[in-house]
């Protein structure tokens, strides 16, 4: 099984523009989240893919691999599908730019879940983490997921779910924007139409659902720090100087 890690990295951001550039203790979030992925030793190649020259030269220049796309993409997915089309690989693993804290366990776990597939039933597969703070249940920006028994998801909102109407029942967990796709599966879901859940929370993610695609979720602990705002990075810079 050939397997890749694809990073795709966009310079503007409407919550914190050129976030992916920003000086994370030394080097930039770029940087650190593509030595990340590629300091896990899972990967037969990991490529930055970027519409920006910025974030090209900052990788080219610091030994890695790029792809720059032809195409304007609305989704970080097309964009790696438009890079992977003509690649010879079995499974790609989506990497979020601005996830610098990416580790080796979760990677390997979602890769398990190909390996223990032998009847192909799993087209996706992603990570949650448990979340018990209220204020980051209830923080938009944080994309709640809820699974069937099995751990196939059932839904992605940026709204609390479940409705906590008995809390006893009530476990939340965060969605970690980390995908592993089977190539065909990816590539399917470029031609898949945008449908009204996803244009109305704008998570990507409910297409799969939407058009019957299996997204198999794996439950991990690691540290979970986006970079989406300033305060973010200030978060993510102390965490390095503590380690």
């Known amino acids: 099984?050939?397997?890749?890690?694809?990073?795709?990295?966009r310079y503007e951001a409407s919550r914190f523009p050129g976030k992916l550039m920003k000086d994370l203790a030394g080097k930039s979030v770029i940087i650190r989240t593509y030595e990340a992925t590629k300091n896990s030793n899972l990967f037969d190649e990991v490529y930055v893919v970027t519409d920006s020259d910025i974030i090209f030269n900052e990788i080219t220049s610091n030994g890695g691999k790029a792809i720059k796309s032809i195409k304007e993409h609305e989704s970080?997915?097309?964009?790696?599908?438009?890079?992977?089309?003509?690649?010879?690989?079995?499974?790609?693993?989506?990497?979020?730019?601005d996830e610098p804290f990416t580790q080796t366990e979760p990677l390997k776990n979602l890769l398990n879940v190909f390996k223990e597939d032998t009847l192909k039933q799993v087209d996706i597969a992603s990570l949650k983490i448990k979340m018990d703070n209220i204020e980051e249940i209830n923080n938009p920006n944080n994309v709640k997921v809820v699974?069937?028994?099995?751990?196939?998801?059932?839904?992605f909102s940026r709204s609390p779910i479940p409705f906590p109407r008995d809390k006893q029942y009530a476990t939340y967990y965060k969605h970690?924007?980390?995908?592993?796709?089977?190539?065909?599966?990816?590539?399917?879901?470029?031609?898949?139409?945008?449908?009204?859940?996803?244009?109305?929370?704008?998570?990507?993610n409910l297409r799969?659902?939407?058009?019957?695609?299996?997204?198999?979720?794996?439950?991990?602990?690691?540290?979970?720090?986006?970079i989406d705002t300033p305060e973010d990075l200030e978060k993510a810079i102390a965490v390095y100087k503590n380690n």
């Open 1 to 9: 099984m050939k397997v890749i890690a694809m990073i795709p990295a």
């Open 76 to 97: 970080g997915s097309d964009r790696i599908a438009e890079a992977v089309q003509n690649l010879d690989v079995d499974v790609v693993v989506n990497v979020q730019g």
């Open 147 to 155: 699974t069937s028994e099995e751990n196939f998801a059932m839904y």
């Open 176 to 204: 970690i924007g980390i995908y592993a796709f089977r190539k065909e599966a990816l590539l399917q879901f470029t031609q898949l139409p945008v449908n009204k859940l996803e244009a109305a929370e704008k998570l990507e």
């Open 208 to 226: 799969f659902l939407a058009h019957g695609l299996k997204v198999k979720m794996v439950e991990t602990n690691q540290i979970a720090i986006g």
